[in-house]
């Protein structure tokens, strides 16, 4: 095994980067190409058909069958043209990552052949057997039947040989069973609640568009050293392993010249990634080696989400050609950063207003103050359901263990912004809020700096931070669905806003002008968000957990427990009055929550247990016997045996592995206690102790991986995982 360890380290080593097929077209030339966007609807669809689609997808009418007949005909055409064979509902089960299943076109035609056929019925509506997707409890195993329905606001696109069809998934009685369903009603949500505010500026404004723009961070790792760990094929992290002598600290990584295997790779997903119409922008190394970030342009929070979903398959399957393994796990290596996923988050108005960037003039900035203010106040109401919607086993490892955001959600605002704040609540309420530097001689007290986006400075340790025209919602795990962070950001504002619309319409009920109505409500809010929510300084300090803790924000790092933020009554209220939640999809969902997490946790657990035993054990006695040979041989010649250091080797493997073994038996004791536990919650938290004692099973491990001869050692080290590429 030894030898083979090094084998595999030096083929990797010596890999070259593979040969990309680039089209030689502009990428602004094929973009989309694998998309049946709005010009191939136009192309290939009658027009009756054409205009009655475009009104579904505005949300104005449902889809009915002669349309969805019409449609499926013309996308049958546009797919074979592509080579087509098969046809999935493509959609996002609460398990993670996406779902689909395959039907090919194929039918008999009735005379003793076949055709290929593709009915609006296809298009519309599947059954899945999907029985074994979790749905907490909804849909007992006996009435698996949940249905996928095609969301014709997602555009359906072709992988391979098959013509994707992006759906929501919802059991027979009506019940989300899936990310999609949630987001969409909560999308729909803010926009209804913001509507009525943006009309008091603007009566044209029609509806308010959500803006997603995530950022992707990633680990690629050789393929053929990732198959020789066992942890990280069957958990996605390394359950063991010393940190390298050379880490993160020279920082030569970041923003660092990409490595050429790499950049082959996202070419590769590139390439993909513009036919599938994604918008794909940026690409860099990331702080930690081996580790690499992509962000697309942002646009409409459905599609952008899909996007990010599917994106994560191509990565996936893009990796494999490139001779890697993508991994999407929040923290994969201990001592170096895990991985994130930052969702810039913005809202703007169908007129094309935004809403979370300075205005134009001094309405504008009225109006920009008014939503920033309330999603301020949103986050605050909501921090623990916020923290909530973002936790996970996986993403546990990075929020709140000293590194990217810590497990409180507060906001970072930038001095700019703090101090139009503080001024806000001491001037008068008809004071106008200027853009500095646009007039010569500006009389207002209040100004924004034309180029606040660039001025913003950056907080890392904040969670949720302000930055310029968005807020980066930072918590999100690089492997969650970025729908369970936004559904759940976006009910909290809808609330809030609804709110503050009904206090503005009162004080404007009374008499006051627009701008004095609206800035009598704020006040109270501004000072109560700068008192709680906001926060500046360092997030992973000791003393802030304590402050926070005094401001009334949620400062639980226990996960399981976390989850519970979903069901208190102000979260209930806040779902099921908007109708993006019932109560019965939120205790579903958290025991799909809770069930995830045990699950994760006993992999990782049983994974751990075996490779101490299986692989770690054997190896260190291994090591322990050639030195007791050594030790016998000094003792033969008569060699002094006091202070020699193969027999203080010897008892320090000793030492090592008996802890090791006591810990193993601990932990495989704890979780038959676990098992044994009914309620789900409480088995979750009996996990999470179990999650915790994983640390210290493995800190022997990594101490004998010191010690024991380099050449025996079984399993790819750190600085072989990380420095290959
Ligand atoms: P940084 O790492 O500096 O935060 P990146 O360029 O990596 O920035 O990613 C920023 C992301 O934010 C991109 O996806 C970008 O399109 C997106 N973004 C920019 N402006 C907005 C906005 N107004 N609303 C939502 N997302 C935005
Ligand atoms: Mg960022």
Redesign the pocket.
Same mark, same amino acid.
């Given at each position: 095994m030894s030898k083979l360890r090094f084998d595999v380290v030096q083929e990797a080593f010596k890999k070259k980067a593979v040969e990309v097929n680039v089209p030689s077209a502009k990428p602004s030339e094929y973009f989309g190409e694998l998309v049946f966007g709005k010009e191939k609807m136009r192309r290939y669809l009658d027009a009756a058909t054409y205009k009655a689609l475009l009104e579904c997808m505005a949300g104005d009418r449902p889809l009915d069958a002669v349309t969805a007949d019409g449609v499926a005909k013309g996308m049958k055409t546009w797919a074979l043209e592509h080579g087509v064979t098969h046809i999935t509902h493509w959609f996002q089960p609460l398990t993670e990552g996406t779902a689909e299943k395959h039907d090919s076109f194929l039918e008999y035609d009735g005379r003793g052949g076949m055709i290929e056929e593709f009915t609006g019925r296809a298009l519309v509506q599947q059954e899945p057997d999907a029985s074994s997707f979790p749905s907490g409890g909804i849909r007992a195993t006996f009435e698996a039947r949940g249905y996928t329905a095609w969301d014709p606001t997602s555009p359906v696109f072709i992988q391979d040989d098959t013509l994707c069809i992006p759906t929501v998934f919802i059991s027979y009685t009506g019940e989300a069973l899936d990310y999609k369903t949630p987001l969409k009603r909560s999308l729909r949500a803010v926009s209804d609640a913001a509507l009525p505010i943006c009309q008091l500026f603007d009566p044209a404004v029609r509806h308010v568009i959500s803006? !997603?723009?995530?950022?992707q961070e990633y680990f690629l790792v050789d393929e053929d050293l990732y198959a020789a760990r066992p942890d990280l094929m069957l958990t996605g992290r390394t359950l063991m392993g010393h940190v390298s002598s050379k880490n993160q600290q020279l920082d030569d990584h970041y923003f660092g010249a990409i490595p050429a295997r790499v950049a082959a790779f996202m070419r590769d997903v590139e390439v993909c990634g513009y036919k599938l119409g994604i918008p794909l922008?940026?690409r860099h190394n990331e702080v930690a080696p081996g580790q690499f970030?992509m962000? @697309?342009?942002?646009g409409e929070a459905n599609l952008s989400n899909d996007q990010n979903q599917l994106v994560m398959n191509v990565m996936q399957t893009t990796a494999r050609r490139h001779g890697f393994v993508l991994l999407l796990h929040e923290k994969p290596f201990d001592g170096i950063n895990g991985s994130g996923k930052?969702c +810039?988050?913005?809202l703007g108005t169908d007129t094309g207003v @935004?809403l !979370?960037?300075p205005g134009r003039d001094a309405q504008g900035n009225l109006q920009f103050i008014t939503f920033f203010v309330n999603v301020l106040k949103a986050v605050q109401t909501h921090n623990a359901v916020l923290k909530a919607s973002v936790a996970s086993a996986t993403n546990a490892h990075r929020l709140g263990a000293n590194e990217a955001p810590p497990a409180i959600v507060s906001a970072f605002l930038g001095r700019t912004m703090t101090d139009v704040l503080h001024k806000l609540i001491t001037l008068p309420s008809d004071t106008p809020i200027d853009i500095a530097g646009k007039r010569g001689a500006s009389v207002g007290l209040v100004e924004i700096p034309e180029i606040i986006v660039d001025n913003t400075d950056r907080n890392r340790t904040s969670p949720f931070a302000f930055?310029g +025209?968005?807020f980066?919602f930072r918590a999100v795990g690089s492997s969650a669905n970025c729908a369970g962070a936004l559904t759940t950001l976006s009910a909290a504002v809808a609330e809030q806003l609804q709110a503050f619309h009904a206090d503005v319409q009162q004080a404007i009920g009374e008499g006051r002008p627009l701008s004095v109505a609206i800035m009598d409500t704020l006040k109270p809010i501004i000072s109560d968000i700068l008192d709680t929510v906001c926060f500046e300084g360092n997030g992973y300090t000791p003393e802030w957990a304590a402050e926070a803790a005094r401001r009334g924000l949620d400062t639980e790092t226990n996960v399981p427990e976390m989850f519970r933020a979903f069901t208190t009554p102000s979260s209930v209220r806040l779902f099921t009055r908007l109708g993006i939640y019932t109560e019965r999809e939120l205790t579903s969902r958290n025991e799909v929550k809770w069930e995830t997490y045990v699950k994760k946790v006993q992999i990782e657990a049983r994974v751990i247990g075996r490779m101490a035993i299986n692989h770690i054990i054997p190896v260190a006695l291994t090591y322990q016997t050639r030195l007791l040979q050594n030790v016998r041989l000094m003792q033969e010649v008569g060699e002094e045996m006091e202070g020699n250091p193969a027999l203080s080797l010897t008892r320090e493997i000793s030492t090592l592995v008996r802890e090791l073994r006591s810990r193993v038996n601990a932990m495989v004791e704890a979780r038959k206690a676990a098992n044994r536990i009914d309620d789900l919650y409480q088995r979750a938290c009996a996990y999470h102790a179990i999650a915790e004692s994983l640390a210290a099973i493995r800190r022997p491990i990594d101490r004998l991986e010191q010690i024991v001869d380099n050449d025996l050692w079984p399993l790819p080290k750190y600085r072989e995982l990380l420095f290959i590429n």
């Open positions: 803006y !997603l723009g995530w950022e922008k940026t970030e962000a @697309p342009i942002y930052h +810039n988050w913005s @935004p !979370l960037a930055t +025209n968005r980066e």
